[in-house]
């Protein structure tokens, strides 16, 4: 994709109290889902409330590259024609996944098992990020990859002729490690088997069983045992997508710091995959209240109202909750910097594998911003200057990572000074209306650099 190509500067002002209703755009995880499990579909799947980011949009394209029909009806609304298990085309082109691991990961699995040879790239932040996690498992079902130094893209995949289903163990909690087997199990015959330590987001297994495949999981000692039926005639489904928990986030923590915020963000998913932060938060202190629980999309959610919480402490949090709250690191360290005392996020590692190194990316912008941090290679620790306490005065470098921009805008609209992120421009990945939603509140956001 092109976005990234011009910079574009923004700064964040302390701003007045955050109040109104924030409309949360779908969720990234189940639009790339949605598309793809519906080109693996024979017929028309209907997707509504489809998150209409970059990083969506770059799989939709890939989709008609590999022989789906892809189009939009209306804003958020989709429909694919899929040519189901097996039946992708060769594409006649590299596939460019933009800034999305997501995308080119759950893809390369999708197209592993098919006699066809694909190439894949992607932004200068996703060219940068780790294949070998993905290209190793397919390797196990006769697929070859021949990338970069590292496992980098670009890379091109051959897929297996003659496919035989896999049992892996994932080294890693990685959800896209376990969606990418578990799509390229989808053509090979037999049980794929993946077994996953820690629970990670379980949208793929959720989803499949939607599209009409056997997909078991069995809790054991060794952890999740997650076994997949091959070849099944995926049928096609309407997917109506709920709201993002990790784009929730934003507006949420926003709300939390700037003094006399009073907002509410409705169908916030209460995926227990997907509620960490969200179970962080109350712990800190936060006055959230979960209103109005209920299924939409097939995602438990509820109503959040927020309000600004003067008396948030610093904790440490569970390592084991990193897998569910995985995206949300870089938003809980700026809600750390304005509680008071230390909050300690270890197990992290992963976050250096992201979009940008995100233990990296804002320990420096925080420490621009006047906070004192401490890191290594797998923790964070951010010191509280209570509400209102940080300085500010920054601008921060968002490596080409959305989630990066948007915390430190947030960041600004709680400081003394305000906060300048160098390139605002990957928010369109994943949050498309989040300068027009936040102002809409009551944030200050100005697109210039100060
Ligand atoms: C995702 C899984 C997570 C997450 C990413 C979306 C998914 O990545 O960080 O934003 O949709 O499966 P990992 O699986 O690499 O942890």
């Not at 029909?69 to 989709?78: H, K, M």
């Not at 697929?143 to 590292?150: D, E, I, P």
């Not at 907002?263 to 969200?278: A, D, E, F, K």
């Not at 979009?355 to 621009?368: C, N, Y």
Request: proline share 6%; aromatic share 4%.
């Amino acid at each position: 994709m092109s976005a990234h190509a011009s910079a574009q500067p923004m700064t964040a002002l302390k701003s007045g109290p955050l109040r109104g209703t924030a409309l949360i755009p779908g969720d990234k995880s189940i639009s790339h889902r949605a598309l793809i499990f519906g080109a693996m579909a024979v017929g028309e799947t209907r997707i509504t409330g489809l998150l209409e980011g970059q990083d969506v949009l770059d799989t939709a394209s890939a989709m008609r590259a590999f022989g789906a029909e892809v189009t939009q009806a209306g804003p958020g609304d989709w429909s694919v024609h899929g040519v189901g298990v097996g039946g992708f085309r060769e594409p006649a082109d590299v596939i460019d996944c933009g800034n999305s691991g997501t995308g080119v990961r759950l893809i390369m699995g999708c197209m592993a098992t098919t006699a066809m040879t694909a190439t894949f790239t992607g932004d200068a932040s996703l060219r940068k990020r780790p294949m070998g996690r993905v290209t190793e498992p397919l390797s196990l079902f006769g697929a070859q990859a021949y990338g970069r130094h590292g496992g980098r893209l670009p890379m091109t995949v051959v897929g297996a002729a003659n496919p035989v289903p896999v049992r892996y163990a994932l080294p890693v909690a990685s959800a896209q490690v376990k969606s990418a087997v578990l799509l390229a199990g989808l053509n090979a015959p037999g049980e794929t088997v993946v077994i996953e330590r820690e629970a990670t987001r379980d949208h793929s297994e959720r989803m499949l069983r939607g599209f009409g495949a056997e997909v078991t999981l069995e809790k054991t000692a060794e952890g999740n045992v997650i076994t997949l039926v091959g070849q099944p005639d995926l049928r096609p489904q309407t997917v109506a997508v709920p709201r993002d928990p990790s784009s929730a986030a934003f507006p949420v923590s926003a709300a939390l710091i700037v003094e006399g915020s009073d907002i509410l963000v409705p169908g916030v998913s209460q995926n227990l995959t997907r509620n960490g932060l969200y179970l962080t938060l109350v712990e800190m202190g936060a006055e959230i209240d979960f209103q109005n629980p209920r299924t939409e999309g097939g995602e438990p959610v509820a109503d959040l109202r927020v309000r600004f919480s003067g008396n948030m402490k610093g904790i440490e949090v569970p390592p084991e909750r990193a897998p569910s709250m995985i995206d949300e690191y870089p938003i809980l360290s700026v809600v750390a910097a304005f509680a008071t005392g230390r909050t300690v996020m270890r197990g992290v590692k992963e976050l250096r594998v992201k979009e940008s190194d995100r233990i990296d990316a804002m320990a420096r912008g925080l420490e621009a911003s006047g906070v004192r941090v401490e890191e290594d290679a797998d923790t964070l620790i951010v010191y509280g200057m209570g509400p209102g306490g940080v300085p500010g005065g920054a601008t921060c470098a968002t490596h080409l990572d959305h989630r990066i921009a948007m915390s430190f805008l947030v960041c600004g609209m709680a400081a003394k000074k305000p906060v300048s992120v160098d390139d605002a421009s990957p928010i369109v990945t994943s949050f498309p209306i989040f300068e027009g939603l936040m102002t809409g509140l009551g944030a200050t956001l100005s697109r210039d650099s100060r």
